[in-house]
């Protein structure tokens, strides 16, 4: 375990929040866990500080007009709009905004000043196209910063945003904004990806032909061709006009973010501007201790909610660093060479990176300069505990180590580090502020050191507005709300500890039933992908059909070049899953596969692979565009066939 300094609240936003609180509010609080009872003890008069703090700009009746989940009713009576908060005063317009990097072009610098004119040509051509309030215009574009410019654009106008990024197949992209109806679809018609050209200009005329609604296509240069019968990048930003921000009620829909789409059509899930303006603004400050003078770098694409959060840095005037291409490329230091290069001092990553550059021997402290960063970022799955480990050795104390974890659902995290929380080996550190999170039992009682499920118990102003095209808020309501009404069931098996940090087990749906007892599939990973000869691995329990017995627990592991399963390599991992885990986590076959399916966020398909195997055709489970490779899914296909 590592503590925090004595001093952590001299120096830091989370300091000055709380010195503030003391000063006007007379509230004085210990340590973080008497802080975060208040923030959800008294909801109204945490989220009211969070709005004086930041200057949100724009008065409103009450905070919290109903708390009923779903459908509380935040600070009504309010109009605003979250695009405006990302300009700052004039001393900010020479400051760096924005850094990008790409394979496909040289970098790219925007201060804040040059983005706020592009933003406003963009606002005028969007306004020449006869957008206007409410009408969707989506992007079918790359982590560059055209695409911040267009969504800041949008939001200025109340126009609603989505994206999409390029690697996305037609059908799936289709599948995603169809739904939404949008009237202008931005676009590029390819990329490069490492030192490969990609050409997305087919895909580009399948999209368009699939959305009957879209009037007008603009081109973003990027690609290999121009596009036909497309409004260019800079025509759109030939016009000018002053940059203005229309006000709109604290629940008008900013953007809408989609889930994976594995199990069916993917949820159209609808953000409003107030409710990610004041997360954002929390979870940047409070949680992650970004301010003026930081440079927020995060690896992601445009269909991942982490991009959302990555361009919001702009609320705290950081700078925020825009990557596209392939992360890994040409080697594995790729993503510690760009925060060396950037001087980054928040690193945002995935397990899967850390670890693979822990089993490759890499380290960048031997070449790099990393002396700015002071936070690492760590989401998307959990992160083992012989990362941390690994890590500790690597940065020491003067890096940060967050393990996070929230959903696409709320653009935000539920449970991570700061500041002011101790770090434990292989958890979570803690409730994130404003958060009322736990675990529950199937009776929906609260549980401590045992597997349980991850619930939200009062409302955050994140929490989705509504899913687009959701007569009476049943998919909504069935998506969370089933299991225990009134209460945010998420999906995650997660254990909390006394001390209230958590440990996250995998996702409820995926976990293992053994003999009555519940096995989580993440520990599984941790172990089984620390062997060297593993790449990859997935595993499923196949239940007794006629319920009652043990049923099957099979281990599927994709190797690396030149590894064998042999008879020594199956008793290394079953040994190591006795030895670290128990002799219940042992499985009964282990089988090679090609890869382990992923979606093209990078979440392994337990469920549907699980369905597959029980002999459901693979194209009923799983749209063949919302996964990145569908012959390994296939390849399940042939393993369950008779």
Not at 156 to 179: I, K, N, Y
Not at 372 to 383: A, C, E, H, I
Not at 465 to 484: C, H, L
């Amino acid at each position: 375990m590592r503590r925090p300094d004595d001093d952590v609240l001299d120096t830091t936003s989370l300091g000055r929040f709380v010195r503030r609180l003391a000063a006007e509010r007379g509230l004085r609080f210990d340590d973080y866990d008497a802080l975060w009872r208040w923030s959800v003890d008294d909801v109204e008069g945490f989220w009211a500080a969070v709005w004086d703090h930041f200057g949100v700009r724009g008065g409103y009746d009450t905070v919290l007009g109903s708390r009923e989940m779903p459908g509380a009713r935040w600070f009504p009576g309010a109009r605003l709009n979250y695009a405006e908060h990302m300009f700052g005063l004039p001393e900010d317009t020479d400051r760096v905004a924005v850094i990008a990097r790409s394979q496909t072009r040289d970098p790219v610098e925007l201060t804040f000043g040059e983005l706020a004119d592009r933003v406003a040509r963009a606002r005028a051509g969007l306004r020449a196209l006869g957008v206007g309030d409410g009408d969707r215009v989506v992007g079918y574009l790359p982590n560059i910063p055209e695409a911040l410019v267009a969504f800041l654009a949008c939001a200025s106008l109340g126009a609603v945003w989505a994206s999409c990024a390029p690697e996305f197949g037609a059908r799936s992209v289709v599948d995603r904004f169809a739904q939404i109806e949008p009237t202008v679809l931005l676009a590029v018609s390819g990329y490069t990806y490492g030192a490969k050209s990609i050409d997305k200009s087919d895909d580009v005329a399948t999209i368009r032909a699939g959305l009957a609604t879209v009037r007008r296509v603009v081109e973003v240069p990027y690609g290999p061709r121009p596009l036909p019968d497309a409004l260019t990048w800079e025509e759109l930003l030939a016009g000018h006009e002053p940059l203005a921000f229309e006000p709109v009620p604290f629940d008008h829909p900013l953007y809408v973010l989609f889930s994976s789409g594995t199990t069916g059509l993917p949820k159209a899930i609808v953000h409003g501007h107030g409710g990610i303006l004041l997360e954002h603004l929390k979870s940047a400050a409070l949680q992650l201790d970004i301010g003026p003078g930081d440079t927020f770098l995060w690896f992601t694409t445009t269909a991942w909610t982490m991009w959302n959060i990555l361009v919001s840095g702009l609320l705290r005037r950081a700078t925020v660093v825009m990557v596209d291409g392939d992360f890994l490329h040409p080697d594995l230091l790729a993503q510690w060479r760009v925060a060396a290069e950037t001087g980054a001092t928040l690193l945002g990553t995935s397990p899967a990176y850390l670890m693979a550059c822990r089993k490759a021997g890499v380290d960048p402290t031997a070449e790099l300069d990393l002396s700015r960063l002071r936070m690492l970022g760590v989401t998307g799955s959990p992160l083992p505990p012989e990362g941390f480990d690994w890590l500790d050795g690597l940065l020491g104390r003067r890096v940060l180590v967050n393990s996070m974890s929230g959903g696409t659902d709320v653009c935000s995290g539920f449970v991570a580090g700061n500041v002011w929380l101790p770090v434990y080996r292989g958890e979570l550190s803690g409730p994130c502020l404003g958060v009322d999170v736990t675990a529950f039992d199937p009776d929906g009682n609260e549980v401590v050191g045992q597997l349980g499920e991850l619930v939200i118990r009062q409302p955050m102003p994140s929490m989705p507005v509504r899913f687009w095209n959701d007569p009476g808020d049943q998919r909504y309501r069935s998506s969370y709300f089933e299991t225990y009404p009134g209460v945010w069931r998420h999906g995650d098996w997660v254990t909390m500890s006394e001390h209230r940090s958590f440990v996250i087990s995998g996702r409820s749906d995926a976990t293992l039933n053994r003999g009555g007892v519940r096995l989580g599939t993440a520990e599984f990973y941790s172990v089984v992908e620390d062997l060297p000869e593993v790449a990859d691995s997935l595993v499923v329990h196949l239940e007794d059909a006629a319920g009652g017995g043990p049923g099957r627990l099979l281990l599927f592991v994709a190797l690396r070049g030149g590894a064998e399963l042999d008879d020594a390599l199956k008793g290394r991992i079953a040994g190591a899953l006795r030895r670290e885990l128990s002799p219940r986590h042992v499985p009964d076959e282990i089988v090679v596969v090609p890869a382990v399916p992923r979606t093209l966020t990078g979440k392994k398909l337990e469920t549907p692979i699980k369905r597959i195997l029980r002999g459901t055709p693979p194209t009923e489970v799983i749209s063949p565009d919302a996964v990145s490779d569908f012959s390994a899914v296939t390849a399940f296909a042939r393993l369950a066939a008779p």
